[in-house]
């Protein structure tokens, strides 16, 4: 079963960092090209062996495509394709500017006033602002079916989606106004209807940073403005795009307590919004071995173990490692290991206990042996990503260990 | 590599690090190890985060901006911007009288929460003001230790007094932007400590932020601090008891105990996760040249100031008794 989220033109990735954001991106975007769409990944920053699996090592702000060879043999069909690209927040500002420049005066007047330099990186919600902008220039272009997007970590989530606006906002706040157009406010006709409440705020300013400030920034507000125009169109139609019935969100969460606590805050905020939320992926869940997601082992420390089990342990240790072997201290090791382990095991499934009346929506991508960084290990997380993490509890039962399970999914992928 | 100077004799300790990667434990387990050091500390925190006071021992409320007393010689903060530039305005005035009702300002609040740096700025200069507070004559916190946004964030927090410094020619800001400037880059009042975990991404992103402050900026940074290393499962010369018990008969009966592939498999994933951790702690010692002390995974979790104390301990172990 996919998650739903894979049928749409845009999925938007989100969550706190370190979640492993970036790494699930990847992995719908590669099973949106095993269903034999042209899929894109929009990546923030991507690790480095990741990058280098995706070939977005020190790329320019474009999608680079895998080749066909590579992705034939994690079977993605001939239709399917998959590109990845890194952002690269600063040329992608200066490419907004470029567009939306009336002309190459105004242009370089933007590009070199000292304040856009430094800020463009540093704007508030640049990054947010940038990843979106991107988005919505490659969902207007017909190079893809599937665009998955990354977006930054920011500890608060959905900015990127009050971006636009905010950027909006800023350029009409009567403040910057009074910048741009300060022979108007000085003016005869507007100065009795201006706001002398603004007038105080800019002499506080100004009290603290000097003219020359003041100045530099009214030039590149006023560059700044003659570029409203498509910056207001943009404000108006990233967000119907991305709130549309076109684009799904995904919330990325790790079992830790404190991330999940933050998952569920930000499915609250998503939900109030009335964003669409398709699915929850619980990121690198430590599971029993044998055991469906959400099982609760119960493992005894070895000294409160009953002496009969441990002494059955020992004596199948001693009898396959010689007289020599130290069988009783091993015995309890192994018993106080495995009790460690089920502690961790049972505070992932607790933790992960509140998205369960949402476990429609809940994938648990295990945690792999080592870190994901090539596209083999992203196609187990793919596969993760299709199981339903109700629909195994029931069959569920027979014990075997991790390596079973792990030729179980190669034979499914190799099947698919 | 030399040992780096003890992290109790500075001032001002700048904890930084990817989300995730516990910093603000890891701040709260360095002031609390201070406070119980007999320091008078100060844990100025960027974030309202509700949690800090409760790892310290208080309730979990949210943080106030007047310095709030949690414990014995140990005080939170948070350092909420708009509250600092009232303070700071007032100060410039000499009253609040003017200031407040422009920051009531709708308009001009609107233009500040689009303005870039200032919060930064202002923050920073709070620090320098705390800092620079007395108390009969001796300093009013021996150590301050600010738990900082997020490492990109962290950055760009550290370089906006120099970017303002540059941007703002003249005035008073200029003037008050290079006594703050000034603290940041004396290395025997300030250190800036990343915490970073031993995975990949982490560990990669805390070594370009290393490089990145060597080339771009003047704070000091002595050690990275890696947080949440996993021990291995058994002693060592029971390390390869998982291969042992996976060559066991699976059918072995050990009553309530698990199956002997079951123990089989969580010694491996146990072994894994510690291998890979000691790798990536070894990788970030040698990228970056600096010491890379580690701090225990702490299994039950870390909900109050017992676990702190185990962080603050292996933290400070180094210190000795100083």
């Known amino acids: 079963m996919n998650l739903p989220a894979l049928e749409k033109r845009v999925v938007v990735c989100v969550g706190t960092g370190g979640v492993g954001k970036t790494t699930v991106a990847a992995a719908i975007a590669l099973d949106a090209a095993r269903s034999g769409r042209r899929a894109a990944v929009v990546t923030i920053d991507p690790a480095r062996r990741l990058a280098d699996a995706l070939g977005v090592d020190a790329l320019g702000n474009r999608p680079e495509a895998l080749s066909k060879e590579r992705l034939a043999a994690l079977g993605v069909p001939e239709s399917g394709s998959l590109s990845a690209l890194m952002l690269d927040m600063k040329s992608t500002f200066d490419d907004l500017v470029t567009r939306f420049a009336e002309d190459p005066a105004a242009r370089q007047r933007v590009l070199d006033n000292p304040i856009y330099r430094h800020v463009s990186d540093a704007l508030a919600g640049s990054s947010e602002y940038a990843a979106m902008e991107k988005v919505y220039e490659l969902a207007q272009s017909a190079d893809f079916d599937t665009l998955v997007v990354d977006t930054p970590p920011s500890q608060h989530a959905l900015d990127f989606l009050d971006a636009p606006e905010r950027m909006i906002e800023f350029l009409d706040s009567r403040l910057v106004q009074l910048f741009i157009h300060p022979a108007m406010a000085a003016g005869r006709a507007g100065f009795r209807f201006f706001q002398w409440g603004a007038r105080r705020a800019l002499a506080l300013i100004e009290r603290v940073t000097g003219v020359g400030f003041l100045q530099d920034l009214s030039e590149f507000l006023m560059a700044f403005e003659h570029m409203s125009e498509g910056f207001r169109e943009r404000a108006r139609e990233v967000p119907a795009l991305l709130l549309g019935p076109e684009s799904a969100f995904v919330l990325v969460t790790s079992p830790e307590t404190e991330s999940v606590k933050q998952a569920h805050r930000f499915l609250e905020r998503l939900e109030a919004k009335q964003v669409p939320v398709a699915g929850i992926v619980a990121n690198r869940v430590r599971l029993w071995p044998g055991a469906a997601p959400g099982a609760e082992p119960e493992v005894p420390q070895s000294s409160e173990a009953r002496p009969g089990d441990l002494a059955a342990l020992a004596s199948a240790l001693a009898e396959a490692s010689g007289p020599d072997y130290p069988a009783e201290r091993a015995a309890r090791a192994a018993v106080d290991a495995a009790a460690r382990y089920a502690a961790v095991v049972q505070r992932d499934a607790r933790a992960l206990g509140v998205f369960r009346e949402r476990s429609a929506f809940l994938r648990i991508v295990p945690e792999l042996a080592g870190d994901v960084h090539d596209l083999e290990g992203l196609l187990l997380v793919a596969e993760a990503l299709k199981q339903d993490s109700t629909a195994k509890r029931q069959d569920g039962g027979s014990e075997v260990d991790g390596d079973a399970q792990r030729g179980d999914k190669e034979r499914e992928s190799a099947s698919a | ?322």
Request: glycine share 8%.
């Open chain 2, 1 to 322: 590599m030399t040992q780096p100077a003890p992290l109790l004799g500075r001032r001002l300790v700048i904890v930084t690090g990817k989300g995730g990667t516990g910093k603000t434990s890891v701040a709260a387990a360095l002031a609390l190890g201070a406070a119980e050091r007999g320091r008078r500390v100060l844990v100025a925190a960027v974030d309202p985060d509700a949690r800090l006071r409760q790892l310290l021992g208080g309730s979990p409320a949210p943080l106030a901006y007047e310095p709030h007393r949690v414990r014995d010689g140990l005080w939170v903060s948070h350092i909420e911007p708009f509250a600092a530039l009232g303070e700071y305005l007032g100060l410039q005035l000499g009253s609040r009288r003017v200031v407040d009702p422009v920051l009531r300002q709708k308009a001009f609040r609107q233009f500040l929460l689009a303005t870039p740096g200032w919060r930064e700025l202002i923050t920073l200069g709070k620090v320098w003001h705390l800092e620079q507070m007395l108390e009969s004559g001796r300093p009013r916190f021996d150590l301050i230790v600010v738990d900082a946004p997020a490492t990109g964030h962290g950055l760009t927090f550290l370089d906006v007094p120099r970017v303002v410094a540059s941007a703002v020619r003249a005035g008073p800001l200029h003037a008050h932007t290079e006594a703050v400037e000034e603290l940041i880059e004396d290395p025997e009042r300030t250190l800036l400590l990343p915490v970073a975990l031993a995975e990949e991404l982490p560990v990669r992103e805390t070594a370009e932020l290393v490089e990145r402050v060597r080339e771009n900026l003047a704070v000091a940074l002595d050690r990275v601090v890696i947080n949440a290393v996993h021990a291995p499962p058994y002693p060592a010369d029971l390390d390869d008891l998982d291969t042992r018990l996976a060559a066991l008969d699976d059918a072995t009966p050990l009553g309530e105990l698990p199956p002997p592939r079951a123990l089989a498999t969580c010694g491996a994933t146990l072994h894994a996760r510690a291998r890979l951790n000691g790798r990536y702690v070894k990788e970030l010692g040698s990228t970056t040249g600096l010491p890379t002390p580690t701090l225990p995974y702490v299994q039950e979790g870390l909900s109050g100031p017992e676990g702190l104390a185990r962080l603050a301990d292996a933290l400070l172990a180094a210190e000795g008794s100083a």
